[in-house]
């Protein structure tokens, strides 16, 4: 039987810890898990199949060489047919992991977070990258960042506490003025905020841009998610920057018991999860 929404959302967020705490533990072997697939293994993938996704490795340097997963022998693939070839052994460690930990002959996706991320980078990205920058660029006019309460005095106070910091780190980052607004409906930006920010996207490699999509949209924020990529936030930090005004509520008038917490478990996965893809980028 299919999962309650509860239940998924439970599930993806407790994958994420084990994923995190697998990570922490140097990606030690898996044998002590759970196994459907009698064989799930990492190898340095063939210089074919990593041109395929548009990177021949230097095949002197094993650390630059792209990775594969193969399960029970054979080369695991995207949805679309292509080999699952991997910048970095960590990330296809990670998406072995996700693999390993199915407890099923046929896998359930809302479980494989960093699968889905590498599987949309590899089939999506190259042929939706320009539509995806300018809906990322659309962001910035309704950014959550940029948006303060008119009226409610408190709220508007802890807004400032936490979202002047980012906004102004932007700034520095962009070398332009980014505006903010009481009505997220005309939080309109200078030009040169625009060409900056569609700069600093047009520099992200499809696996980055996949990730960086992944947050702006869970976070309602293109700012908050190029200070993830960036690492001047943690997924925490943007979890929270993200529902300053959820969790003023809350804070007033109490959680909603099957609501604001799936709410909440479902966001947090979906910053974490391409926060440690964009961590395991960089991650030999």
Known sequence: SEPSAGGSFRARHKLLVQSMALRRAGWRSCSQLARVYSKVEVSACSEA???????LPNANDRETRMQEVLIDGRVLKTP?????????KALAMAVAAEWEWQKARH????????????????????????????????????????????TDLKLRTKQEEVLDPIVQWMQQHLQQPVKLSHNILENGQDAGTVEAVRSV?????????????????ATKSIIIALAVQKGRLTPMDAFNASRVEENFQMEEWGL???????????????????SMFLKLLRYQ
Not at 49 to 55: I, K, L, Q, V
């Open 49 to 55: 199949a990593a041109a395929e996704n548009g990177r």
């Open 80 to 88: 679309a047919r292509k080999a699952m070839s991997l910048p970095t």
């Open 107 to 150: 896998a359930m996706p809302f479980t494989m977070p960093m699968t889905t991320l590498v599987s949309t980078a590899i089939d999506q990205m190259p042929s939706i990258r320009e539509r995806t920058i300018q809906e990322l660029l659309n962001h910035l006019l309704t950014d959550t960042a940029c948006c303060r309460h008119e």
């Open 201 to 217: 996207l047009l520099g992200l490699n499809n696996w980055e841009l996949a990730a960086v999509d992944m947050i702006a949209n």
């Open 256 to 274: 909603v018991e099957g609501g604001h917490d799936l709410d909440m478990a479902d966001i947090k996965v979906r910053i974490e999860a391409p």
